[in-house]
């Protein structure tokens, strides 16, 4: 220890501190400052970077989702609209079935109609041609009657028997 | 054909180490050819060469005030090298050359004043360089205030500009592009090193940056230093404890000042323990502050001094043993111990820092509930 302090130079401390403060000062200002400025430059590049790579992979991931999404909900609706027309077109379908139904109903009722009518006329006529027919008739057995007893008997029966015909 | 070519690619890359071996080989021969001739002129005598050795490293470990490469002969005086500055406050600047001292062989006299090394100091002496003793043996000559550009501070000169311009490329490296060029290559992962896994988990992730710059200083300027000490210039900067206490200090200098409440409050009024421990604790914790830079100031000039110390003691017996099993065996052990030192050299700088980092971690740490 005696030997440490009779060994110790003043001179040489003296220079090493001065040169020491200077190195640490000059150093300080134009190299680590700097260095370490840089590195954590380059650090937080780092990190940001790979942040924002991280964002966009959740960004894409988000994206395929919603176009996923989209794509179902478009999916729907197309079988939601398929079904809707599928439905429509039945309606249509059977609208018009029943529209026409009630068509031909009325019409086969007008056809019934008329056939009446036609057939009630048909009848009044046939009639009528009877009624004119017995005349007709009831003129020419008078007339035979007054030539031919036998012949007007043989006549009205031929007569009776052509009525039976028609 | 394969086993052929296998072959030839085996002598190819062995050649490189036969050639090592033969050229270490033919050092070591020369070494001991050297060590047997001085063997000679000392006449045999062991203990004068030991003591020599001994002498040798001495001298190794302290600072000098001319800039000796090697020794050509010591009766001589022939030395290759170059002198420093001498800057003594004696009543005065005054500034002259080293070479004036002839390695401390003559006094050098300046402005009517006569100064001698004595030791690798400078004391003040009359015209014969006379050097008075008091009963420990010990000079009393007055020492003047030694301000000289010594060895250890053209080194410390060196490795500030070196940094200065290491750094400072590195630095403006990275104005151009956000990834480090160059030696940056090499140096950004110690910063970084430095910065995660010593600056933050020690002190913090909210202070740590004021104390980066003395960090970083720190630890690549004790870091340097001690790898220039392994070199064969013969430089060993950490082993001088003025070197250890001028940092030291300033651990200590930015811990105090840079404490807060907190850190304050634990060493005068420890909280969360009866009153008669608090007053028993103070000057214990007081002192601490001042153990702890202490420490810090001893282990690295210690671990230094005892790396260099035992490296040129195994070198030393090399001569020692002069003979084919001895001296190969202490050169083996020699360069094993450089390899170790190597480690020394990074390892004391990474526990300089390291605990520096602590202490500032404890004077910037926020109050919390025990």
């Known amino acids: ?166 | 054909m394969h086993g052929f070519f296998e072959t030839d690619i085996l002598s190819d890359m062995q050649k490189p180490f036969y050639v090592k071996f033969l050229f270490v080989a033919t050092l070591l021969l020369g070494i001991n050819a050297f060590a047997q001739e001085k063997g000679h002129s000392s006449s045999g005598e062991k203990g004068s060469l030991k003591t020599e050795i001994k002498e040798f490293i001495g001298h190794h470990l302290l600072d000098s005030h001319d800039f000796t490469l090697f020794t050509i002969d010591e009766e001589k005086n022939e030395h290759v090298g170059f002198p420093l500055p001498v800057i003594l406050w004696d009543n005065g600047l005054k500034v002259f050359s080293s070479s004036k001292f002839h390695h401390g062989e003559s006094v050098a006299e300046v402005d009517g004043n006569y100064y001698a090394l004595y030791h690798g100091k400078i004391v003040k002496t009359d015209a014969e360089g006379t050097i008075n003793y008091d009963e420990d043996h010990h000079a009393t000559n007055v020492k003047p205030l030694d301000f000289s550009i010594t060895k250890n501070v053209v080194f410390i000169f060196l490795v500030s500009a070196l940094m200065l311009f290491m750094f400072g490329r590195m630095a403006k490296s990275y104005k151009t592009s956000a990834m480090p060029k160059g030696i940056g290559r090499l140096l950004e992962p110690i910063i970084l090193y430095i910065r995660d896994d010593i600056a933050i988990p020690n002190i913090g992730k909210k202070h740590y940056k004021k104390y980066m710059g003395y960090l970083l200083t720190v630890f690549f300027f004790i870091w340097i230093i001690n790898l220039l000490g392994l070199t064969p210039l013969g430089v060993n900067v950490t082993n001088n404890i003025a070197v250890t206490f001028a940092l030291a200090i300033l651990t200590y200098l930015i811990t105090t000042f840079t404490a807060n409440k907190n850190y304050w409050k634990h060493i005068f009024w420890m909280p969360d323990v009866p009153v008669f421990m608090k007053v028993v604790l103070a000057p214990i914790e007081l002192l601490g502050t001042i153990i702890k830079p202490f420490s810090l100031m001893i282990r690295l000039y210690a671990n230094i001094t005892a790396g260099h110390v035992v490296l040129m003691s195994i070198l030393g017996m090399m001569f020692i043993f002069k003979n084919w099993i001895g001296s190969p065996l202490s050169f083996g052990l020699a360069f094993a111990l450089s390899l170790l030192e190597l480690l020394v050299a990074a390892l004391q700088a990474y526990i300089f820092t390291m605990l520096s980092a602590l202490y500032f971690g404890s004077a910037v740490e926020e109050h919390h509930d025990h």
């Open chain 1, 1 to 166: 220890m005696e030997k440490l302090i009779e060994q110790f130079s003043f001179g040489l401390f003296f220079w090493q501190l001065l040169l020491f403060i200077a190195v640490l000062i000059l150093l300080r200002k134009f190299a680590w400052k700097p260095i370490l400025d840089a590195v954590e430059d380059r650090e937080s590049g780092i990190k940001d970077a790979l942040a924002a790579a991280e964002n966009a992979k959740k960004e894409m991931q988000n994206v395929t989702a919603d176009s996923e999404r989209l794509l179902q909900e478009a999916r729907v609706e197309r079988e939601a609209m398929i079904k809707e027309a599928r439905e429509m077109k039945e309606k249509i379908v059977a609208d018009a079935k029943e529209l026409a139904q009630a068509e031909a109903d009325k019409m086969i009722k007008q056809a019934q109609l008329a056939i009446e009518s036609e057939k009630k006329a048909a009848v009044a006529d046939i009639k009528n041609e009877v009624a004119t027919l017995s005349l007709e008739i009831a003129e020419k057995v008078i007339r035979e009657q007054f030539s031919d007893k036998a012949k007007q008997m043989k006549l009205v029966e031929e007569m009776i028997g052509d009525i039976k015909l028609n």
